[in-house]
């Protein structure tokens, strides 16, 4: 079965970094694409950045130039470099996984699994 364990999140100030890790099981990891999410309070989940099967990155607007999204296949786990960050990124992130940039932004709204996610609260 499909689990997904994200990790990292955590208490920083205006500018500062945190780095998320998303440890994935019972999917084959290197055939998937996979996008972080964050959820606000009183927002809807929103995809933030994705990675395909080559590695090729895209991400919101809002997040572009502070955030980088990576991947270790050998490991089964992607990754989420914050840097630069902003009270507004404050949510709880998630990862998860599809077929195409298209799939994951479906997911955003119809995803059957969503593991705990990680809270990242950003100061002012």
């Known amino acids: 079965q499909v689990q997904l364990v994200e990790s990292g999140g955590g208490l920083v100030q205006t500018g500062g970094s945190l780095r998320l890790s998303c440890a994935a099981s019972g999917i084959l990891f290197s055939a998937n694409f996979l996008g972080w999410y964050r959820q606000a309070p009183g927002k809807q989940r929103e995809l933030v950045a994705a990675?395909?099967?080559?590695?090729?990155?895209d991400y919101a607007d809002s997040v572009k130039g502070r955030f980088t999204i990576s991947r270790d296949n050998n490991k089964n786990t992607v990754y989420l470099q914050m840097n630069s960050l902003k009270p507004e990124d404050t949510a709880v992130y998630y990862c998860?996984?599809?077929?195409?940039?298209?799939?994951?932004?479906?997911?955003?709204?119809?995803?059957?699994?969503w593991g705990q996610g990680t809270q990242v609260t950003v100061s002012s």
């Open positions: 998860n996984r599809g077929l195409s940039v298209a799939s994951l932004l479906q997911v955003a709204d119809t995803g059957d699994y």
């Open positions: 990675i395909s099967t080559t590695d090729r990155t």
